[in-house]
C-alpha cells in the first residue's frame, strides 16, 4: 500500500465559527446589515461583521450608506 505525506492545512482558508454559522444558517445573534441612500432603505443584506457590511454597501453604490444591527 502506498504511504501518503503528511496533510497540510492552509490557515488563510480555514472557515472561522461565524462564517460558518452563516454559511449553514445557523444562528448568528440575527444581524442584519441595510443599505441606505439618504433616508431610503436600499436593500438588506447578508454580510460578516460591520467592515464587511459597509464595503458590501458600497460595492453595490458607492454614494450608499451601511448599518450594521444585531439583536441578540
Given at each position: ?32 446589515c441595510w443599505c441606505y441612500d439618504g433616508p431610503m432603505v ?28 444585531c439583536i441578540n
Open positions: 500500500m502506498k504511504k501518503l505525506g503528511l496533510l497540510k492545512i492552509n490557515r488563510e482558508k480555514i472557515i472561522n465559527d461565524e462564517e460558518l454559522k452563516i454559511l449553514k444558517g445557523g444562528d448568528t445573534g440575527s444581524c442584519q436600499m436593500g438588506i443584506m447578508a454580510s460578516l461583521n460591520q467592515t464587511d457590511c459597509f464595503d458590501d454597501c458600497h460595492y453595490v453604490n458607492p454614494n450608499w450608506d451601511a448599518t450594521w444591527n
